[in-house]
């Protein structure tokens, strides 16, 4: 079955150029030059996928992203940015989003970061569950910290969190294999199904959003950095 993408860039060149290479791909594509037009497009046709340029004049890629997730949809969104700054990047977690390419991009880039997101969101499983572990395939449960993988609820203790797509994938692959260090590597390629290179700090930026959604003042941290080498999780 085709996928469907609805583009929403108001510079002309690159929507057309992004349309005309997505549609080679074989997506389907709905392309507007606005937010206004967007959030009409969503609500009409239910995309597959959202790939939202940032700065648009009117509403905005991020006003997009929080009114659908306001609204309960919970599309997969990419969103395009000129802005580097990790705060630019936060701000764009924040309002929902599941991921983003920061211009000028290369167009392969786009294409593995669709891929990736399509892919959790058909429910392809990416970690085979630890064999010592003693929950059901559908729950795990570490160092206070639970997770429904079929509802895609996650709590601390009795807190529930507030998780994106992305985040909640990192999260359970982390807690799936608690104690033990992921390589940079390694959770690229689960979680994106792509390495981005050392120079890449999509994967730094979305572990320090998730601590700070799991971080509870005088709890221990559960997300831990190896330096040079990745992440763990553990309870210290």
């Not at 991020?62 to 309960?72: D, T």
């Not at 569950?129 to 729950?139: L, N, S, W």
């Not at 570490?142 to 429904?148: E, I, R």
């Not at 807690?175 to 700090?201: E, M």
């Amino acid at each position: 079955m085709t996928q469907t993408v609805l583009l929403a860039e108001d510079d002309r060149a690159i929507r057309h150029a992004l349309e005309r290479a997505l549609t080679l791909e074989g997506y389907q594509v709905t392309a507007v030059a606005d937010g206004v037009e967007a959030l009409a497009q969503a609500h009409r046709t239910q995309p597959d996928v959202l790939v939202l340029d940032v700065m648009m004049p009117g509403i905005d890629g991020l006003q997009v992203c929080r009114v659908l997730r306001a609204e309960g949809d919970r599309t997969p969104i990419l969103m395009l940015t000129a802005l580097v700054e990790t705060a630019d990047r936060i701000a764009g977690l924040d309002a929902g989003a599941d991921d983003y390419v920061v211009k000028p991009f290369d167009v392969e880039e786009v294409f593995a970061r669709l891929r990736a997101l399509l892919r959790r969101t058909n429910g392809t499983s990416f970690e085979v569950p630890r064999e010592e572990e003693k929950v059901p395939t559908g729950q795990v449960s570490v160092a206070g910290l639970h997770m429904d993988v079929q509802a895609r609820r996650a709590w601390r203790g009795t807190r529930e969190l507030e998780l994106t797509r992305t985040e909640f994938d990192l999260l359970e692959l982390l807690a799936r294999n608690a104690g033990i260090v992921l390589d940079h590597g390694t959770i690229y390629d689960r979680i994106w199904g792509y390495d981005f290179g050392p120079g890449s700090k999509n994967l730094a930026v979305y572990v320090g959003y998730l601590r700070r959604k799991l971080d509870e003042p005088g709890a221990p941290a559960l997300i831990h950095t190896v330096r040079g080498v990745g992440y763990v999780l553990r309870e210290d």
